[in-house]
C-alpha cells in the first residue's frame, strides 16, 4: 500500500518519561521471548511501540555502508544535491584531507543558497583547528561546539556522540563513522583503516533525524530553526525506528529496546561493539537468549584505539562464555562498528556501543532496521568479519596469565567510568 503522509517531525520519548516497570531493560526480554512469533510476530512492533513512543516508519529505502569511503562518497553526493538544508553532526570532524574535503562541499552547498548547519562536539573535534571552523563560518555556514569552554563543570561529562547527516530531510545518516581519514582514506594503509559501519536512509524517518539534530543544535545554544511538517508517500520499502538518546531521555528505551531485540530472537543475535563494557543484565539478557538455543555471537576489537575499555570488556568474557555466548576478538584492523543483526530480520546500526557512557553520558543516534535484504547484507559482513577474528574459548581463557587477570579485573571495576 503507497499513500501521502504529512508528520511534523517529532523528538521520542519525552525527556523525564517513567518508562513502565515491565518494559524495564532487565525484564523486557522476557515479554519478547513469549511472543508466539519472535520477531516476526506482530506483537514485537506493537511492543517497541510502547517502549520508544514513536512509530516505525515505512517505505524507507536503506543504504549500509561497512567501508568509510563508499559512506563518504554517498553522504558528499548528497550535500551536493541538496536544495534547501543540510545538517550535519559529528563527535569528531578532523582538520584532515577527509574533513576538508566534506568542508568544500558544504561551502558550494552554502554559496548555492542551502542553509548549513555544522555542530561537532566540543572535546571529540579538541584537535581540530581554530582556522578550520572559521573557514566554514567564512562560508557561510552556521558552527557550533558542543559543550565546549564555558559550560558548567557538571556538563562536561556529557558528550555529544551522535554521527548524523540530514540532507533536505529526505535522506539521513547515522552510524559509526565519524568525519576522518581514519575512517576511509585512500592515503593510509589498509590495517590503519578502522572496520565501521554505517546506514542512509531515505523516506519518513530522514524527518525524524532533523528533530534528533535540532534537539543537539539547541543544546549547543545554536540559531533555533522551525521543524515544518513534511509530506513524502509512503511506498513499499523497510521499516526504520529511529532510536536516540541522551542524558535524561531515552537511555533506558534504547536499552530495552535492544533488550527487547534479544529476547524475541529465535534463531541468531550477532552483535558488534567497538567498546564493550556493560552493565551485568547484559550479560544476564544474552545468556538468557543463548539458553533458549539462540546463536548468539558478540565480536569485540582485537586492536582498539582505547585499550582500557578492551580491557574492562575482558572482565566479563567468563560470565559471557559460561552462558554459552561465543566471543571473538577482530584482529585486521580497529573495530569501531556497533551493529547488531537478528533472526535475518532486524538491524541495529549506530553510534551507541555495550558501555556505561552511550547509556549514560552520551547523546547517541541509532536505526532499528526492518529489512530482510538488509538483515541479509549484515549477516554476511559479520561472517566475513569472523574470517578475521580470533575466538575466545573458555578454557584457554581460564587460564590467561594472573597479571592479564587482575588488570581485567580492576578495568571491569572501572567500567562505569570509561
Not at 567564512?138 to 559550560?151: C, N, T
Not at 568525519?179 to 594503509?189: A, V
Not at 535484504?373 to 561472517?383: I, N, P, S, T
Request: hydrophobic share 45%; net charge positive; proline share 4%.
Amino acid at each position: 500500500m503507497t499513500g501521502r503522509r504529512r508528520r511534523r517531525p517529532a523528538l521520542a520519548p519525552r525527556a523525564g518519561r517513567r518508562l513502565p516497570r515491565e518494559l524495564a531493560p532487565d525484564r523486557v526480554d522476557r515479554l519478547a521471548a513469549a511472543l508466539p512469533g519472535g520477531l516476526a510476530d506482530p506483537g514485537f512492533e506493537s511492543l517497541l511501540g510502547r517502549i520508544e513512543q514513536s512509530p516505525v516508519h515505512r517505505g524507507n529505502a536503506v543504504r549500509v555502508f561497512f567501508q568509510g569511503a563508499e559512506a563518504f562518497a554517498a553522504m558528499l553526493a548528497d550535500v551536493a544535491a541538496a536544495r534547501s538544508e543540510i545538517l550535519l553532526e559529528s563527535y569528531i570532524l578532523r582538520d584532515d584531507a577527509t574533513g576538508r574535503e566534506f568542508q568544500r562541499a558544504l561551502a558550494a552547498a552554502a554559496a548555492r543558497g542551502v542553509t548549513v548547519r555544522v555542530l561537532a562536539d566540543a572535546f571529540g573535534s579538541l584537535t581540530t583547528s581554530g582556522e578550520f571552523w572559521r573557514a566554514l563560518r567564512a562560508s557561510g555556514i552556521e558552527v557550533r561546539l558542543f559543550h565546549g569552554l564555558g559550560v558548567p563543570l557538571r556538563a562536561l561529562a556529557f558528550r555529544d556522540h551522535r554521527k548524523i547527516l540530514v540532507a533536505d530531510r529526505r535522506a539521513a545518516y547515522t552510524g559509526g563513522m565519524n568525519i576522518g581519514d581514519e575512517y576511509g582514506s585512500s592515503l593510509l594503509p589498509r590495517e590503519r583503516v578502522f572496520r565501521d559501519t554505517h546506514a542512509r536512509v531515505e523516506g519518513g524517518a530522514a524527518t525524524e533525524m532533523a528533530a534528533v539534530f535540532r534537539e543537539g543544535w539547541r543544546r549547543a545554544r545554536g540559531t533555533d530553526f522551525v521543524l515544518e511538517p513534511l509530506a513524502w508517500t509512503e511506498r513499499p520499502g523497510a521499516g526504520v525506528l529511529v532510536l536516540d538518546s541522551r542524558p535524561g531521555r531515552g537511555a533506558r528505551e534504547v536499552s530495552a529496546a535492544l533488550a527487547a531485540i534479544a529476547g524475541g530472537a529465535r534463531r541468531r543475535l550477532w552483535l558488534t561493539t567497538a567498546y564493550f563494557a556493560p552493565r551485568p543484565r547484559v550479560i544476564a539478557i544474552l545468556g538468557r537468549a543463548a539458553a533458549r538455543g539462540v546463536d548468539v555471537r558478540l565480536l569485540l576489537p582485537g586492536r582498539t584505539d582505547v585499550p582500557l575499555v578492551r580491557h574492562a570488556g575482558h572482565g566479563f568474557f567468563a560470565g559471557l562464555l559460561e552462558r554459552g555466548v561465543r566471543v571473538f576478538e577482530y584482529g585486521a584492523a580497529v573495530l569501531h562498528a556497533k551493529t547488531l543483526v537478528a533472526d535475518g530480520l532486524v538491524s541495529v546500526v549506530g553510534s551507541s556501543n555495550v558501555d556505561f557512557r552511550s547509556f549514560e553520558r552520551n547523546a547517541e543516534c541509532n536505526f532499528a532496521i526492518f529489512d530482510e535484504a538488509v538483515a541479509g547484507a549484515m549477516e554476511q559482513r559479520f561472517e566475513e568479519d569472523l574470517t578475521a577474528s580470533a575466538e575466545i574459548r573458555l578454557d584457554a581463557w581460564s587460564r590467561r596469565p594472573w597479571i592479564h587477570r587482575v588488570g581485567d579485573g580492576i578495568a571491569r571495576t572501572l567500567a562505569p567510568l570509561l
